[in-house]
């Protein structure tokens, strides 16, 4: 049972389901979690074996209901993406004290034994943040209220996740009115709402997309995270689905220095930051004639201290706009960029 | 139950069900059926007080079965798009006799009582066209071998589909070896196969285009009907993702000379032919760097004959290609361009 109307919007907070892991990679959920949402998590309840430990408060689901918690969020990713057998004693105990279950995973919620009648009974909602709401409407074009922020890319998985993230915790810090807004499971659950927008029927992309950052303040903003690439060979549509019904006041164009071709795909070699750029900026236009580049987000993580400096500095001057790594740049410039 | 793998693939020849409608403007299924695939169209039946006659053979779905038709398909649209409960015995007296059922409409056939009983008993096939494959792939991006010309637009709805059958037409007129293939409902119709792109979850658009157009001869030509528009605030998505998944050799950019905003909407306006043709281009270009355009496709049914002849001549002298109306012009120049 997901939500039937516009974007999802998860209960919080949150009790961390970290299972039998003792893998952090298998852990990133719950670590993206524990970094961009501690406050919205109230405690960690793992299986016999598990090792990954977030430093959260150790509870059974009754405990983290009775302390305040509405959901259990599924954490981590088991082999082959599926709910192994053995959990669901714990997620039916969830749903017994009264927390919704929360899940980005393939094997939807409803398929795990007698999960959907004990949420019956106890009116816990069974969340598939991959499950996009049934009802999506067609995009209008019309101009909503509000200020909003695409990130747009150069490939998939490079950091536009991040930068929105990023870039919404700096605004808020510096005491503005800003939001991140979801587009993809992990954001989702770092939200508490949004929509798969990769999920969603092709005629809804852009219908979802002006769900997702609904009318709003018109000092307020959006941070958009991004999906995909005007550039990918797979996944183009959703990625200008998503911008057209952003309506973008600014883009943040994301980008890998250390990538030549798309991700996995060796014979699509990747645009350069100005074709990127202008391709973005038309396309934007489209439903925002004012839509401008507002900064570049370079994923530096595999580049040491010097050479990122030298990256940021240089594509800073190709692009006239200021270039920042999400996770090692101060943000001050960029904001200011943003705010005009 | 439609095809479970890749595009859809209707059973062949048709028996046309014309219901009891009274009004041309419902049957343009019907109509388009006639016009392009009327080879596959033995007869056709109809309710008391229809009066559309398309001038075919009047049989009963057992007559119908028993002369070869293989499938009855509906070719009017009934008041609200729903499928009246009156029509249940003849659709079921046609799967009685071993037809399928093909349907564009938004009712699903399966919930007209009794029918999927009595295609479960006889084996026919409940098509409902608008519904997409089950398991479509993700794009892969590898080039297929034979050749591919999109049909590309400034907007919806200014005869795409047109330019893609009447170009299919002329060339195998000529000899050579080309086919429509259909994106869209009436198009999967009239081709007897094809993929409701828009239709399609937002990820694998690229993938069912790349199903809806597979390997063939190196001297082979598939014209792709196209759908939306680049620069459509809602349906862009679906277009890229066409386009990207078609790796198109050839695009013809289709365009309506009278239009000057977006159909519907007002607030707006479309490109000029170069700005379109710029961008298809740079499109088409990133998984088929030889992409170059072909023709234009001017919708001139509203214009006189001189009018028409100058819009052409106008698009053609700014184009440098040849502009053709594919239901008014000869179309051996548009031929000849696309082979090179």
Redesign the interface.
């Known amino acids: 049972m997901t939500a039937s109307l516009d974007r999802l919007v998860l209960n919080m907070p949150y009790l961390l389901f970290l299972g039998e892991e003792t893998n952090p990679i298998k852990a990133k959920t719950a670590y993206g979690l524990y970094d961009w949402s501690v406050e919205n998590c109230i405690g960690q309840t793992r299986l016999p074996g598990g090792t990954i430990d977030l430093g959260l408060a150790e509870m059974a689901p009754a405990e983290a209901a009775a302390a305040g918690a509405r959901s259990l969020v599924i954490g981590v990713t088991p082999v082959g993406g599926r709910i192994p057998e053995h959990w669901s004693r714990v997620l039916i105990a969830a749903v017994e004290a009264g927390l919704d279950i929360v899940s980005g995973l393939h094997t939807p919620l409803e398929s795990v034994p007698g999960l959907a009648q004990a949420a019956a009974r106890s009116g816990a909602r069974l969340v598939d943040v991959r499950r996009p709401p049934d009802n999506l409407p067609?995009?209008?074009?019309?101009r909503r209220s509000g200020k909003r922020v695409a990130m747009v890319g150069t490939d998939c998985a490079l950091g536009k996740k991040y930068a929105a993230l990023a870039l919404a915790r700096a605004m808020r810090g510096q005491g503005i009115d800003a939001d991140f807004r979801a587009t993809g499971q992990t954001g989702i659950m770092i939200a508490g709402a949004g929509i798969a927008?990769?999920?969603?029927?092709?005629?809804f992309?852009?219908?979802a997309a002006e769900c997702i950052s609904p009318d709003a303040d018109p000092d307020h903003w959006d941070l958009v995270e991004g999906q995909g690439s005007?550039?990918h060979?797979?996944?183009?549509?959703?990625?200008?689905?998503?911008l057209?019904g952003s309506q973008a006041d600014g883009l943040v164009l994301c980008h890998d220095p250390l990538r030549t071709h798309v991700v996995s795909?060796p014979?699509?070699p990747l645009p350069s930051l100005p074709v990127a750029r202008d391709?973005y900026l038309?396309?934007a236009r489209?439903?925002n004639p004012a839509a401008r580049l507002v900064g570049v987000s370079l994923n530096t993580s595999a580049m040491d201290e010097a050479s990122a400096q030298e990256a940021l500095e240089r594509v800073e001057r190709e692009l006239g706009v200021p270039a920042f790594d999400p996770l090692r740049s101060p943000l001050d410039r960029v904001v200011a960029s943003i705010m005009g």
Chains 1, 2 share one sequence.
């Open positions: 067609r995009a209008t074009g019309k927008v990769d999920a969603v029927i092709a005629d992309i852009a219908g005007m550039f060979p797979a996944y183009a549509g959703v990625t200008l689905g998503l057209h795909w014979d699509y391709l038309q396309m489209i439903t």
